[in-house]
C-alpha cells in the first residue's frame, strides 16, 4: 500500500526537473510577450517590410530627372555645340540672290544729268519746233527696268509732245498715261523710237487731248539697263 502511494509521488517530484532543463519559454506565458525572447511567433521579430522602404516608394520611376532634362546637347569631338541647319531658303523659292528688275527710279536734280543738255537740245530743235516747254525738266537715275513717273495736267483741245535723253541706259521709253480715279490708269500715247533717247510725238505728230475736257496725267520713262535720264513735256 506504501509503494503505491509513493510512486504518483516521486513522478510528480521528477515532473518540474524534466521541464525545467527544457530551454522553450511557455508560450501561454504573459510574460514572455514583448520580452523578445519569444521567436516562435510573431511578436518580438520585425515585420517583413515594416519599417523597411517599399519598393520604389519616395523615388518614383524618373521623377526629377525628365529624359534629356538639364542635359547639355552633345558636343562634337573639341568643338562647340553644333547649330540647327537653316533651310535654304533660295533653294526652297527657286534661286538664290533675286535678279528681278522693275520698281521706281530714284528722282534727281536735272542739274545731274548736265552732259544730256546738248543732245536734249539737239532733240528740241529738231523733233518739238514750235512748241513750248510744260513745266520744268524732270530726271531720274534708273536700275534695269524701273519707270520714273511725272505728273502733269492735259489742257483740253492741247497737244502734247515728250522727250527724253539717257546717259548709260540701252533703251528708253516714254508714255503718257490718263490718271482720272476711280477709272483705271489708260495709256493714251507712247514712243516708238529705240536706244538711249526717245520722242513721243516728234515732228508735228503731238498727241491732242481729244476730249473738251482735261484731267490728271503723267509721263511714265521706262528704261532697260541701268543710267540716269532727262525728260521735258512740250505742248502747243
Given amino acids: 500500500m506504501r509503494i ?43 515585420q517583413p517590410g515594416y519599417g523597411q522602404q517599399q519598393p520604389g516608394y519616395g523615388q518614383q520611376p524618373g521623377y526629377g530627372q525628365q529624359p534629356g532634362y538639364g542635359q547639355q546637347p552633345q558636343q562634337p569631338a573639341g568643338g562647340q555645340p553644333t547649330a540647327p541647319a537653316t533651310p535654304d531658303l533660295g533653294g526652297i523659292l527657286g534661286g538664290g540672290a533675286s535678279t528681278s528688275s522693275g520698281g521706281t527710279a530714284s528722282p534727281i536734280a536735272p542739274a545731274a544729268v548736265a552732259a544730256a543738255t546738248p543732245v536734249m537740245t539737239a532733240l528740241a530743235a529738231s523733233e518739238v519746233s514750235g512748241m513750248s516747254p510744260e513745266g520744268g525738266a524732270f530726271a531720274a537715275q534708273f536700275q534695269d527696268g524701273q519707270t520714273f513717273e511725272q505728273p502733269f495736267n492735259i489742257q483740253p483741245g492741247k497737244c502734247y509732245s515728250v522727250i ?36 513721243l510725238g516728234g515732228k508735228g505728230q503731238c498727241f491732242k487731248n481729244p476730249l473738251p475736257i482735261g484731267g490728271p496725267a503723267k509721263v511714265i520713262l521706262r528704261a532697260q539697263g541701268a543710267g540716269a535720264a532727262i525728260g521735258q513735256i512740250y505742248v502747243k
Avoid at 5 to 25: E, K, M, Y
Avoid at 27 to 46: E, K, V
Avoid at 171 to 199: D, K
Fill in 4 to 46: 503505491s502511494l509513493l510512486a504518483p509521488v516521486t513522478l510528480l517530484s521528477l515532473l518540474p526537473l524534466a521541464c525545467g532543463g527544457s530551454d522553450q519559454p511557455d508560450p501561454n506565458d504573459p510574460s514572455q510577450f514583448g520580452s523578445g525572447q519569444y521567436q516562435g511567433g510573431q511578436y518580438g521579430q520585425q
Fill in 164 to 199: 527724253a535723253a539717257g546717259l548709260g541706259i540701252q533703251n528708253l521709253s516714254i508714255q503718257i498715261v490718263a490718271q482720272q480715279a476711280p477709272l483705271p490708269p489708260v495709256t493714251l500715247a507712247q514712243s516708238n523710237t529705240s536706244g538711249a533717247n526717245a520722242t
